[in-house]
């Protein structure tokens, strides 16, 4: 799996592209786990336009980063998921702790 | 398919092909590939005690109407049907995805069956396509 990586406004955007299952879950959990979420981090935004299909091990990475920064300085947030990448994310219930925005743009505006 | 998580490239590639010849909704391919890839990924993962090559079965048949997707394996008994769903509600802190594999399967399938015979899984799944 490519993941690009970006900086904008001190916030850190990745950018995966392809399928996140249980092959290739462990290449983001490993780029995410590279940036700090300490006072010297970075707020995370991970760009979802060119992910196709995730599964439960891609919502698993997913989950471990919403929980290692709930009490962290520096938020996380998702943005530009595929529908059907969408509906995996709502059928398992992650819309209801991770806000889901329609586009890089607004999920910057939202660390702010 | 081997009982290797590196099969599941080829896995998504014979669905995508599958899809083709059939002619079915993208959005149809997408939920077969993540039902498949969750049952194959949760018997690669727990289904074997050894660290002998498996063979896993995936067949899958089309009338226009409805699939039908069988997979045989020869792991540890698991009647997905007895599994539980998790608890979507518990609080943050207190998450797993354990057993979010086999909702998503639940919700993208329309009957699931089981049956255990001789030393072999046996899981049969229909699906409609709309």
Not at chain 2, 30 to 40: G, H, M, R, W
Not at chain 2, 50 to 77: A, F, K, V, W
């Amino acid at each position: 799996m490519k993941i690009g990586k970006r900086e904008e406004k001190g916030i850190v955007i990745l950018q995966p592209a392809g399928r996140l299952d249980s092959n290739t879950a462990l290449v983001l959990e490993q780029e995410i786990n590279s940036v700090g979420a300490g006072n010297d981090g970075h707020h995370l935004l991970v760009d979802f336009s060119n992910v196709e299909y995730i599964s439960s091990a891609g919502l698993r990475v997913v989950l471990k980063v919403v929980k290692d920064r709930q009490t962290s300085p520096k938020s996380f947030a998702v943005s530009n998921m595929q529908d059907h990448v969408r509906e995996v994310f709502e059928i398992s219930g992650f819309d209801a702790f991770i806000t889901i925005y329609p586009d890089a743009m607004q999920a910057v505006a939202s660390f702010a | 398919m081997r009982n290797h998580l590196s099969e599941l490239d080829r896995l998504s590639e014979q669905i995508e092909l599958i899809g083709q010849q059939w002619k079915l909704p993208e959005r149809s391919v997408l939920q077969i590939n993540l039902v498949l890839d969750e049952l194959f990924t949760n018997t690669v993962n727990y289904g074997f005690d050894d660290d002998l090559e498996h063979t896993i079965d995936i067949s899958l048949g089309y009338d226009g109407q409805r699939m039908q997707i069988t997979i045989i394996d020869d792991g540890n008994p698991f009647d997905i049907n007895q599994a539980e769903d998790p608890d979507l509600n518990i609080p943050l802190d207190q998450k797993d995805v354990g057993g979010l594999g086999i909702l998503l399967v639940r919700q993208f399938v329309d009957e699931i069956s089981y049956a255990r015979d001789k030393n072999k899984n046996i899981i049969m799944l229909t699906k409609h396509i709309l």
